[in-house]
């Protein structure tokens, strides 16, 4: 089975540009995650969607940052205009859950932004 | 704001020995469960083990346990028979009541394992 999946591995921009990150989650699973990965900060959860419905977008940094999520297959986060402090590893990730049970995220391998 | 703390930054350990890494998490609630996830040095997030916050005995998995204590608020993660494979970043992540699967992780702990 495919796993989570990201595109692109790499996005290196220049400031003022607008970025676009894609994941496809696991199929079947109804949550999905974005995250940022940085050395000052760690690993930080930007926005979370179940059944393709913004649950939690608390840990998106500012109105430059928006997610969406058409449809069960497909998330993209946007940063417009991006800025050199956005440079960092994006991840998205899948799991199965409900009200009630969580499961294990599944992680996708992640996107590596560098903005200039 | 929920606090998790993973007190070891660095961690090393000589191949085939045990190597326990930390995890304490501050909240009221003991209904956490809490998560463990490796990343090796090629960026992906592996997921290793979980235990729910009342389940009766530790978590196991393959070579990986938990010593979970809840009255303390810790879930330590105890590798056995430590390989080289398992030099890596190692972040604990607890787990909310209530479903909804926001996992806010601690700020990992880097384990080398020497030959």
């Known amino acids: 089975d495919a796993g989570v999946i990201q595109s692109p591995r790499h996005e290196v921009t220049e400031m003022g540009q607008e970025v676009t990150l894609r994941c496809k989650p696991i199929s079947g699973h109804n949550s999905l995650f974005w995250y940022r990965q940085t050395m000052m900060r760690g690993l930080e959860l930007l926005i979370y969607?179940?059944?393709?419905?913004?649950?939690?977008d608390s840990g998106m940094p500012e109105d430059r940052f928006s997610a969406k999520m058409p449809n069960a297959s497909f998330s993209t986060l946007k940063i417009q205009p991006s800025e050199p402090r956005d440079s960092a590893v994006y991840f998205c990730?899948?799991?199965?859950?409900?009200?009630?049970?969580?499961?294990?995220?599944?992680f996708g391998p992640g996107t590596r932004l560098t903005v200039t | 704001a929920q606090k998790i703390t993973q007190t070891q930054p660095g961690m090393f350990v000589q191949e085939k020995e045990a190597v326990t890494l930390d995890c304490t998490y501050d909240?009221?609630?003991?209904?956490?469960?809490l998560f463990w996830y490796k990343q090796p040095s090629s960026g992906e997030m592996i997921f290793l083990i979980y235990q729910g916050s009342y389940d009766q005995q530790n978590a196991t998995e393959g070579r990986y346990s938990l010593n979970f204590q809840k009255a303390r608020k810790s879930a330590n993660l105890v590798i056995s028979a430590s390989q080289l494979g398992d030099s890596a970043m190692y972040f604990c992540a607890p787990l909310p009541p209530g479903g909804y699967n926001k996992l806010i992780f601690g700020a990992g702990t880097r384990l080398a394992v020497h030959p």
């Open positions: 990730a899948s799991s199965l859950d409900s009200n009630v049970n969580s499961y294990e995220q599944y």
């Open positions: 969607f179940n059944n393709n419905v913004p649950i939690d």
């Open positions: 909240t009221s609630d003991p209904s956490y469960g």
